[in-house]
Structures are given as structure tokens and as C-alpha cells.
């Protein structure tokens, strides 16, 4: 790739004044091959293949950031979903496997790993329940081992069964790690619609028609978007503004392509994808929710909120699209609120709600993302708002997910703290109304008429 002089000082400023970065490079690594009856003998096959095809994972990235001068924040591995890998065995403790995913994510230096995952969305086999039964323990356990759950597509409708039992696993896993801040929630999604090839962590997995390895890159610029919508006068209309982020998303994901083809040609494995999304951080001006209020919104969650988010939104993956032929993931704006500095702001002012959230989820990049709710929050409310969001995933045929933080002990207003790149979320209020009927008359919600596509 070329790039004129000019793209080269651009790009330095990008990096220094708005925080722009490669946010992920993410391994994609397939354990088919490491399924057995025994499994002890199973995780340590595991733990030799990713240690061995990972092994220069840390050192490249490294060596790309220098040669570049591009920060790379993440580096990390995402690998077939476990409960594949469960079905070959009969034992109901999967510890093992999710202990040999964290000391291999350690052994090559990694931030995290995922795919101690299952995808329910038409019923729950034994290899999954079990699976889903470890969760908690596994999330409470290790360190850098995530979870998920595709409990429903737009070609399936959604498993009511599996939104209840996922309900019931996010508030064991907040227990278990209660004197964590429930960071094991943190580490755990609920998927509508999961996609096979995301970067982001806690939803990444390997999926069965990926390369055997495999590296895809996720990309950010939140800061840099920010900037440029700032630096528009008032008078300008909408399209513009379109505009203006549309050619910012092109430069940015350029960077994200650059990366993913030096870093795949080095390795010697099959190119992914580029995920074009922007992913908000703590830092102060790393934010979506600013970005909004640069377009002319008051404060992110007031009217005007959603519309401001669907053009930032299609107007990044128009951008993106024309730099790389190989985007994917989930590719759009993220709004996880603890990981925004202008998110938090919002929540704390009261502007902005679950509802307003579940209602910016439907034009944006995935879903409830890193909400904190009261620790005394019951089963059922939790499950009716991941039912609502895999709702809004299902009939619109685009990923959702639900990723929330029962906060044991705490009420709203008050704080969960985790630190780095997962920052902090105030405690929100929860709709008192949910009942407990609803999430327990189980069976399928079936899958909509739009879903026959073929």
C-alpha cells in the first residue's frame, strides 16, 4: 500500500493529538483437531496448539508497532467455540479446558482469549448445557478466558429456554466474582445473530467456516471522528457531516488494512477481515457519545440521539468499505458505557436510560454493552431485556448482544470499577415492570417471516 506524505503526517496526528489505534489484532485459531474423550489429555492439546500457533503473535505486533509507529492495544486469540470441543467428551467439570485457555493466553502473552462459547439459538445440547454450567466458575477462575451465548438468529427466531438459562448464569457469574466488581460479567455476552469472525472481545470466536488460522484486525478512531465533526461550523448540514466522517472512516481503516496485511503475510496465515467499528476507551476524548454531541445533540440519550447515531454509523461503514475489501466483524459504532467517558457522563446526568440504549442498539453495531444494574436485580427483568434486545437483533437481521453487570451489593448511583480499557459504570435503574411470567413460559419466539430469504 501507498501512502503520500501528506496521509503519513496526517496519520501521525491522528495518533498522537486523537488517540487513533489498531484496537485489536485477533488470532483466529480452530481446536477442532484437539477434540478427545479424555479430557485432561483434550486441554493440553489445546494448550500446545495455541501456544505453538500464537507463539509470534506478541513479538509481531510488537514489531509492527515499532516499524509503524501505531499503537496496537490488544493482542488476542479467538478459538472454536468449547462446546464443540465438549461434545467429544462426558465429563461434566469442563474446568480443564477453560484453565488451559487462560495459561495458554498467558504463556504467549496475550490480553484475552475467547470461544469458551456455545451457539443455542435452535435448542441446547448436553455439550452446551454443560458448557453454559461452567461459566460462572471458568469467568471466576481465570483471567483472561471469555464467554458467550448465541441464544438466537434471524433464521431461528430466538430459544427462550436459552435466554432464561443465560439470565440465570449472568447473575451466578456476578456472584461469583462479586468481590471483583462481578468482572466475570465483564467476560460474558449474549448473542443474537453472532458473528464468526469478530475481533472484539468478549464475543470473538472461531467459527466453523473460517480458515484453520487466521488474523483480523480491528480498528478504532473515536477521538479522531470527534475532531473532525468538531471542527465543522455549526451551519453545516447533515450531509456533510456524512461527509466529513465517511472520508475520516476511509483514512482509518486503511491503517486497519495496512496492518492486517503485514501482520497475516508475516505469520504466513489467511488475511481476515478489517472491523471497521469505533470502539470508545475511559480516556477523555475516545468517545462515541461525544462524537453525538459534536453532530449538535445536548447530551448523548436526548432526542435527536438515535438519529445522530444511525448516520455516524452508516456513514463509518461507508467509509470503511471503500478502503478494504475484507471488512467484517461487527463493524459500526460501539456504545458500552463503561467504556465511554461521555457515556458515563450521560447515565450519571439521567439522560440516558437502558430504554434510550436498547433504542440506539437498533441503528448501531451490536447492543446493551457494559451496563451496570443493581446486584438485586431478579432473573427475570434480566432476562426480558436480553429477550428485547435479541428481539431487535432477530427482526432486523443484524448482531445484537447484551453484556450487563449485576452489581452484587450496590443500588443506583453508586459505581463499578474495573480499570483500563473496561473503565468504570455507574449503576443504572432497571423497569420494575418485566413480571415474572413472560421469561418462563420458555419454548421458541419464532423466526420471523423476513427470515425466509431463500
Known amino acids: 500500500m501507498h501512502f503520500t506524505s501528506e496521509e503519513i503526517v496526517e496519520t501521525l496526528t491522528m495518533i498522537t493529538r486523537h488517540h487513533l489505534d489498531v484496537r485489536t489484532i485477533t488470532l483466529g485459531l480452530s481446536l477442532t483437531g484437539c477434540a478427545d474423550s479424555d479430557i485432561d489429555l483434550m486441554a493440553q ?8 500457533a500464537a507463539a509470534d503473535l506478541m513479538p509481531l505486533a510488537q514489531q509492527l508497532e515499532r516499524e509503524y509507529g501505531i499503537p496496537i492495544v490488544n493482542k488476542r486469540i479467538a478459538v472454536t467455540p468449547v462446546a464443540q470441543l465438549a461434545a467429544a ?5 469442563l474446568m480443564p479446558l477453560a484453565q488451559a485457555l487462560d495459561r495458554a493466553a498467558a504463556t504467549v502473552g496475550i490480553d484475552f482469549i475467547g470461544g469458551f462459547s456455545a451457539l443455542v439459538h435452535k435448542g441446547i445440547c448436553d455439550a452446551d448445557a454443560r458448557l453454559i454450567a461452567s461459566i460462572p466458575r471458568a469467568l471466576a477462575a481465570t483471567e ?4 458467550s451465548v448465541n441464544v438466537a438468529t434471524t433464521r431461528a427466531g430466538i430459544n427462550m429456554d436459552a435466554v432464561l438459562a443465560m439470565a440465570q448464569t449472568v447473575l451466578d457469574t456476578a456472584q461469583a466474582t ?3 466488581d462481578s468482572v466475570g460479567c465483564a467476560k460474558l455476552v449474549v448473542f443474537a445473530n453472532m ?3 469478530n475481533p472484539f472481545m468478549a464475543g470473538a470466536v472461531h467459527g466453523s467456516g473460517e480458515p484453520d488460522v487466521v488474523v483480523n484486525v480491528g480498528i478504532s478512531g473515536p477521538g479522531v471522528v470527534r475532531a473532525v465533526v468538531e471542527s465543522l461550523p455549526q451551519e453545516a448540514d447533515l450531509t456533510i457531516v456524512a461527509e466529513a466522517i465517511k472520508a475520516t472512516a476511509f483514512k482509518i481503516t486503511r491503517l486497519g488494512e495496512l496492518i492486517a496485511r503485514e501482520a497475516a503475510d508475516r505469520m504466513g496465515v489467511a488475511r481476515g477481515i478489517v472491523d471497521l467499528s469505533l470502539a470508545p476507551t475511559p480516556v477523555e476524548g475516545d468517545s462515541v457519545a461525544e462524537i453525538i454531541e459534536a453532530m449538535g445533540v445536548r447530551r448523548c440519550g436526548g432526542p435527536g ?10 456513514a463509518v461503514k461507508k467509509g470503511g468499505a471503500m478502503a478494504t475489501s475484507s471488512a467484517g466483524g461487527l463493524s459500526g459504532a460501539f456504545i458500552p458505557v463503561s467504556e465511554d467517558a461521555g457515556m458515563i457522563r450521560a447515565a450519571e446526568s439521567g439522560a440516558l436510560s437502558i430504554e434510550k440504549l436498547e433504542a440506539m442498539t437498533s441503528v448501531c453495531s451490536v447492543g446493551l454493552d457494559m451496563i451496570a444494574i443493581p446486584g438485586d436485580t431478579p432473573m427475570e427483568a434480566i432476562a ?11 427482526i432486523n437481521a443484524k448482531t445484537t448482544a447484551v453484556r450487563l453487570l449485576p452489581a452484587i451489593g450496590k443500588q443506583v448511583g453508586e459505581r463499578l470499577s474495573f480499570g483500563g480499557l473496561l473503565g468504570e459504570a455507574p449503576v443504572m435503574p432497571v423497569n420494575a415492570w418485566a413480571g415474572s411470567v413472560f421469561a418462563r413460559r420458555g419454548g421458541r419466539f419464532p423466526a420471523p417471516l423476513g427470515g425466509l430469504r431463500n
Not at 483472561?144 to 464467554?147: E, F, I, L, Q, S
Not at 440521539?305 to 452508516?314: E, M, R
Open 45 to 52: 492439546r489445546v494448550y500446545d496448539r495455541i501456544t505453538l
Open 89 to 93: 467428551t462426558q465429563a461434566t467439570d
Open 144 to 147: 483472561r478466558v471469555c464467554a
Open 178 to 180: 462479586a468481590d471483583r
Open 195 to 197: 458473528v464468526e469472525d
Open 305 to 314: 440521539t438515535t438519529a445522530a447515531l444511525a448516520l455516524l454509523n452508516d
Open 384 to 394: 426480558g431485556i436480553i429477550a428485547d434486545e435479541a428481539a431487535i437483533g432477530v
